[in-house]
């Protein structure tokens, strides 16, 4: 009988890691290049964890998905202000720039793997 394997691998501990990089070093570089405050890896994970389950609130919570899309940016906004010592301006331009690093990063990802698994 071949038995299902259970609990965390390597391989889910190399997933999370790779998810908690592509989420936090882009909010630590878009911090720092802002002049935010605090821009170290701990306060970036403390805002990205804290941001999250604000936006899965608002979602859960709001029926409608563009009133929950801008409370969910305007509550980051201020979640990056506040964690991260900065502006509100400030806040709200870190997320942009996190978001579209981690885009492109992700794109980059997956380009790679796409194009290291075709067939010749």
Same mark, same amino acid.
């Given at each position: 009988m071949i038995s299902k394997r259970e609990g965390l691998t390597l391989e889910n501990i190399a997933v999370i890691a790779v998810v908690i990089v592509v989420a936090?070093?882009?909010? %630590? $570089?878009?911090?720092?290049? %802002? /002049?935010? /405050? +605090?821009? *170290? $890896?701990?306060?970036?994970?403390?805002?990205?964890?804290v941001q999250g389950v604000?936006? /899965?609130?608002? +979602? *859960?919570?709001?029926?409608?998905?563009?009133?929950?899309?801008i409370i969910a940016v305007v509550a980051g906004s201020a979640i990056y202000a506040f964690i991260l010592d900065t502006t509100f301006l400030k806040g709200f331009l870190i997320g942009v720039f996190a978001t579209v690093i981690a885009v492109v990063v992700v794109f980059v990802i997956a380009s790679l793997f796409t194009a290291s698994s075709g067939a010749i």
């Open positions: 936090v070093l882009p909010v %630590m $570089f878009a911090a720092s290049l %802002m /002049g935010a /405050g +605090r821009s *170290g $890896f701990g306060w970036a994970l403390v805002a990205v964890i604000v936006s /899965g609130l608002a +979602r *859960g919570l709001v029926s409608s998905p563009l009133i929950a899309l």
